[in-house]
T-cell receptor, first 117, second 111 residues
């Protein structure tokens, strides 16, 4: 149980295009999902907290107009990187809380490797 | 966002040795979680701690929730090659809904 999937697992795009990444909780419901970015040899940095049915809460320094988050259902959150540039190349990881487990435990997706040319 | 400091940053040990790493924060945490991340994958939860002073084991792994609620420790006994990876502490601070990760400890086990 507590499986989180991400799609795609990797994507290469041209500068200026937009990329959508999906995060799904496969066997549980999640009112809250989180999006992280991880650069090589660095820790995971929280970008935003995604709440089902409401606007996402962004961390300081993260542009909400560039990183659009939609949490349309209890099992799906999407992150859209708009007008991507090479500096947006990174490993994007989502996580989700299981409503029926501990409030503070998070389960992570396998990540999406984004490369912007 | 807040960042948790982990030490050591990296470790190179012989197979069979025990490993200790710690995590400290300037804020009080209600929960401490320890994750392992393999290259190109998402973190996997190893141990969760919920009370100050709590000591919890998961196989060869043992973790403790510091009394001050500002630190936590992870020990790995009798290390094996598959223990290689990056270990992160994480958790939500006492205030707020966010969830933050430590700086990570990279573990290399030499057979």
């Amino acid at each position: 149980g507590a499986v989180v999937s991400q799609h795609p697992s990797w994507v290469i795009c041209k500068s200026g295009t937009s990329v959508k990444i999906e995060c799904r909780s496969l066997d549980f419901q999640a009112t809250t999902m989180f999006w992280y970015r991880q650069f090589p040899k660095q820790s995971l940095m929280l970008m935003a907290t995604s709440n089902e049915g409401s606007k996402a809460t962004y961390e300081q320094g993260v542009e909400k107009d560039k990183f659009l988050i939609n949490h349309a259902s209890l099992t799906l959150s999407t992150l859209t990187v708009t007008s991507a540039h090479p500096e947006d190349s990174s490993f994007y990881i989502c996580s989700a809380r299981d409503l029926e487990r501990s409030y503070n435990e998070q389960f992570f997706g396998p990540g999406t490797r984004l490369t912007v040319l | 966002g807040q960042q948790l400091n982990q030490s050591p940053q990296s470790m190179f040990i012989q197979e069979g040795e025990d490993v200790s790493m710690n995590c400290t924060s300037s804020s009080i945490f209600n929960t401490w979680l320890w994750y392992k991340q393999d290259p190109g994958e998402g973190p996997v939860l190893l141990i969760a701690l919920y009370k100050a002073g709590e000591l919890t084991s998961n196989g060869r792994l043992t973790a403790q929730f510091g009394i001050t609620r500002k630190d936590s420790f992870l020990n790995i006994s009798a290390s094996i090659p598959s223990d290689v990876g990056i270990y992160f502490c994480a958790g939500p601070p006492n205030t707020g809904n966010q969830f933050y990760f430590g700086t990570g400890t990279s573990l290399t086990v030499i057979p």
